[in-house]
């Protein structure tokens, strides 16, 4: 994860911000809330941890602009004021989450990791497209230029395998780890063959091919339709 710390209390941050570096993780710190603020706008963070009381914009008012500002990164308001009714008003003003001050390090951590497989949860696509492809992965129904077109189960994975990768090198070994979920043999042919089948399907009644074959490395599916 890359965490924001919006913390006007350097030893409280140095002391987050070092133990989230130790357990893996990238972690930025601001003193200010406007600083805190233009960090938010710019980066790309899983999570924002902001104090209650900073310097300049309140840690409420600085959460109510974000929300206003169209950013929704979640976010895990850290105060002493701990009790119900500051808790209520934090939630309230857009946070994702209350801790107060003092606190454990692993409950925070815990508390981070939540927040973030709850918002990638929440933002996961249902629905690829690539080019002409259109993939619902709810339904599991796939088209083309609007026709629709039954896969098997297993070519419905590759298919997928290469549209969350569209117009990037798949090599065999990746389809074997994504689709087969084990190792073959990397010279086997089922892949070639599952491909095959595969491209019958998505290219039949077609002018233009985007399943491609790149010799000696792998496939890739061009959202050029070339």
Same mark, same amino acid.
């Given at each position: 994860?890359? @965490?924001?710390?919006?913390?006007?209390?350097?030893?409280?941050?140095?002391?987050?911000?070092?133990?989230?570096?130790?357990?893996?993780?990238?972690?930025?710190?601001?003193?200010?809330?406007?600083?805190?603020?233009?960090?938010?706008?710019?980066?790309?963070?899983?999570?924002?941890? %902001?104090? =209650?009381?900073?310097?300049? &914009?309140?840690?409420?008012?600085? @959460?109510?602009?974000?929300?206003?500002?169209?950013?929704?990164?979640?976010?895990?308001?850290?105060?002493?004021?701990?009790?119900?009714?500051?808790?209520?008003?934090?939630?309230?003003?857009?946070?994702?989450?209350?801790?107060?001050?003092? $606190?454990?390090?692993? #409950?925070?951590?815990?508390?981070? #990791?939540?927040?973030? =497989?709850? +918002?990638?949860?929440?933002?996961?696509?249902?629905?690829?497209?690539?080019?002409?492809?259109? &993939?619902?992965?709810?339904?599991?129904? %796939?088209? =083309?230029? #609007?026709?629709?077109?039954?896969?098997?189960? =297993?070519? $419905?994975?590759?298919?997928?395998? $290469? &549209?969350?990768?569209?117009?990037? %090198?798949?090599?065999?070994?990746?389809?074997?780890?994504?689709?087969?979920?084990?190792? $073959?043999?990397?010279?086997?042919?089922?892949?070639?063959? +599952?491909?095959?089948?595969?491209?019958?399907?998505?290219?039949?009644?077609?002018?233009? +091919? &985007?399943?491609?074959? @790149?010799?000696?490395?792998?496939?890739?599916?061009?959202?050029? #339709?070339?």
């Amino acid at each position: 994860m890359h @965490i924001l710390i919006i913390e006007d209390n350097e030893e409280i941050a140095s002391y987050i911000v070092n133990k989230l570096i130790e357990h893996g993780h990238q972690a930025d710190h601001a003193l200010r809330s406007d600083e805190g603020g233009e960090m938010a706008a710019k980066g790309n963070y899983h999570v924002l941890v %902001v104090d =209650r009381m900073l310097p300049g &914009m309140d840690g409420l008012e600085l @959460i109510r602009k974000l929300r206003e500002d169209g950013i929704q990164t979640p976010i895990l308001i850290l105060s002493s004021l701990g009790d119900l009714d500051n808790r209520v008003l934090g939630l309230n003003a857009g946070g994702d989450d209350y801790l107060g001050k003092p $606190f454990a390090f692993s #409950e925070l951590l815990a508390r981070l #990791e939540a927040l973030n =497989r709850r +918002h990638q949860s929440e933002n996961q696509e249902t629905v690829l497209v690539v080019g002409g492809l259109k &993939m619902d992965l709810l339904t599991r129904e %796939v088209w =083309r230029d #609007e026709k629709p077109i039954e896969l098997e189960p =297993r070519s $419905f994975s590759l298919l997928e395998c $290469f &549209m969350r990768h569209s117009n990037q %090198v798949v090599t065999r070994e990746m389809l074997l780890q994504h689709v087969w979920d084990y190792n $073959f043999d990397p010279q086997t042919n089922v892949v070639d063959v +599952h491909i095959s089948r595969l491209r019958s399907k998505i290219e039949k009644d077609f002018d233009v +091919h &985007m399943l491609l074959t @790149i010799r000696g490395v792998g496939w890739t599916l061009s959202d050029a #339709e070339s």
